[in-house]
């Protein structure tokens, strides 16, 4: 549920919005949300000093209640993280 809230508030920001991906991971410390967006679109997501990213994870964590949960921002051409 979190991820597809996410989806469609990151969608509704972007202008390539059919390059967004959320995706979950599970970890000992919690949930995290990792959003990827086009490169174009990336200071838009993040925002002037980060407000717009830091709104998402409001959100997000408002709707996550009591669970633990990281939401991460990051561009399409960025390779993606294999956790160790």
């Known amino acids: 549920m979190l991820a597809e809230a996410l989806d469609h508030l990151v969608r509704g920001i972007v202008d ?9 991971r599970r970890l000992r410390s919690g949930e995290v949300l990792e959003v ?5 679109d990336l200071g838009r997501v993040i ?27 990051v561009d399409v051409d960025r390779p993606r993280r294999r956790p160790s």
Request: hydrophobic share 35%; no cysteine; charged share 35%.
């Open 16 to 24: 390539n919005p059919d390059d967004v991906r959320v995706s979950t």
């Open 36 to 40: 990827r967006v086009h490169p174009e």
């Open 47 to 73: 925002g002037r000093s980060g407000r717009t990213a830091k709104a998402l994870r409001t959100v997000v964590g408002a709707l996550a209640g009591d669970d633990d949960v990281r939401v991460d921002v």
